[in-house]
């Protein structure tokens, strides 16, 4: 039997241009595929200082980490018995407008990110894991992390990106 990713249907709302409230937007994503991960982009914007009245629905290409200040919404899936993007390597940081490049990676930005489906297993670089299972929520704040789900079902998990400055510390 071969396993599906689960199908995300996006509802947005905003303003007409007459100013009244609406539905702009009521759609299933369609899924790219980023390394051995699918993503679903629900919602990115580069500044979310002010409401876009009426909003811009993002392109179906609207991937890639948000600018500080900006957000990204998205929903992926790691294959069974398998680290997220395995096989690359990233070296430095994912910077705005870019996707992760590798299994281990560091971005600029506070990722919140809420299980679905299945048990991942979310380690730091020092080799120190977290155990997630569905319904358990993470923070991330720039760390160089990975993500890896040892189970027999697809993991499903849905992430809000807040892009952020990295400062020393």
């Known amino acids: 039997m071969t396993e599906k990713n689960m199908t995300v249907r996006r509802v947005v709302t905003g303003f007409t241009d007459a100013g009244e409230a ?16 699918m993503l679903s982009s629900v919602w990115r914007t580069d500044s979310v200082s ?9 392109a179906e290409n609207g991937f890639g980490f948000p600018m500080p200040g900006g957000a990204w919404a998205l929903s992926w899936s790691i294959p069974p018995r398998s ?3 395995e096989g690359q ?21 506070i990722d919140i990110s809420v299980i679905n489906s299945g048990t991942v297993v979310f380690a730091l670089e020092d080799g120190t894991e977290q155990v997630l299972q569905s319904g358990d929520l993470i923070v991330v704040n720039g ?18 990106i807040l892009g952020a400055e990295r400062t020393a510390h």
């Open 50 to 58: 002010t409401l876009q009245v009426p909003p811009k629905v993002p």
């Open 89 to 109: 390597k990233q070296d430095g940081v994912t910077r705005a407008g870019d996707l992760p490049s590798g299994a281990a990676h560091a971005t600029d930005s």
């Open 143 to 160: 760390v160089r992390h990975t993500w890896s789900n040892r189970g027999d079902t697809i993991a499903t998990i849905l992430s809000f």
């Open 83 to 85: 680290v997220a993007g």
């Open 22 to 37: 609406a539905f702009l937007a009521d759609e299933p994503l369609s899924e790219v595929q980023q390394l051995n991960t």
